[in-house]
């Protein structure tokens, strides 16, 4: 999923569900393309306290929830090294599902707020 354009709460309540999806799909993985590469992470060398303009706010929202375990019932255990969060997107490595519904819905994700 592309977030380019979204909004931060359109991101806060679109991503568990498109993760939840997955899952249930059986995929293996999800993608998360949030931008803002040239925003390092809290705490990152050479990133600064601020980066203005809200940018990077979507990645760490996204990082929070795989770091927190908030997708705990859906994603790998982050001990596995499944996952692969880089600097433009992530990639959440899902668990096994042993019965993947062929009727599962996707969320409808409306359009994004920006652009």
Do not use: C
Not at 37 to 56: E, L, V
Not at 64 to 91: I, P, Q, S, T
């Amino acid at each position: 999923m592309d977030w380019h354009h979204y909004s931060l709460d359109q991101v806060d309540t679109w991503a568990d569900r498109i993760v939840e999806a997955a899952w249930e799909h059986g995929y293996a993985y999800v993608e998360f393309v949030h931008g803002a590469p040239d925003i390092g992470t809290r705490g990152s060398f050479g990133r600064k306290d601020n980066p203005g303009g809200g940018r990077g706010t979507i990645k760490q929202l996204l990082r929070k929830r795989l770091f927190g375990n908030r997708w705990h019932r859906w994603a790998r255990e982050l001990r596995e090294g499944k996952h692969r969060v880089e600097e433009g997107h992530m990639l959440i490595a899902l668990r096994d599902n042993p019965g993947p519904a062929k009727r599962a819905k996707w969320p409808l994700i409306p359009p994004p707020v920006h652009g």
